[in-house]
């Protein structure tokens, strides 16, 4: 198991916020990468959490994609997403990886699996480093055990919006 105290997550139920939260705290901090993945009027988006540059993430019919039940991700959307997310590991001066959302595709080993389990690698080596990383509740115990991680942050939407201290988690 990998001890990793500097990795926060933010898991509370579907539609709770957590998304909104991250936004909320990125407006405060400059020294931010990765991904988010909020909802837009035409669907779910991924928006580069550095840049703020925005992309669809849903699949357009024909294209090569990811399927999560009733959802179709694009897989050239993931490869963009997941190239902002290499550049800013190799960049110095950045503290906080952010991403949102680990799920059902991460289990599967798709996704963002490879680029997590890299940055999990990294963030062992590089004290300054942070991982911030939206997991649902009901996948929680999944993603700790699929990652091999044994202490970790986790905290609530209500909480990490009143600026609250994550709760240590310890898995023997």
């Known amino acids: 198991m990998r001890t990793m105290n500097r990795i926060v997550v933010l898991s509370d139920e579907i539609n709770s916020g957590k998304t909104t939260a991250i936004l909320k705290w990125k407006e405060q901090v400059s020294n931010v990468f990765g ?57 110095s001066g950045l503290r906080f990886v952010v991403f949102d959302e680990i799920g059902p595709l ?41 990652y091999q991680i044994s202490d970790c942050k986790v905290i609530s939407v209500i909480d990490f919006l009143r600026g609250l201290p994550p709760h240590q988690i310890n898995i023997s």
């Open 35 to 91: 991904v988010l993945s909020p909802k837009d009027i035409g669907g779910r988006i991924f928006e580069d959490a550095k840049t703020g540059e925005k992309w669809p993430m849903e699949a357009r019919e024909q294209e090569s994609a990811f399927e999560v039940g009733r959802y179709k991700f694009s897989r050239l959307a993931f490869e963009k997403a997941i190239d902002s997310i290499s550049k800013g590991l190799n960049q």
């Open 106 to 146: 991460e289990m599967r080993n798709s996704g963002f699996h490879s680029i997590l389990s890299e940055s999990l690698a990294i963030i062992l080596k590089d004290p300054e480093l942070q991982l911030l990383v939206v997991v649902r509740k009901s996948m929680l115990i999944e993603f700790i055990d699929k």
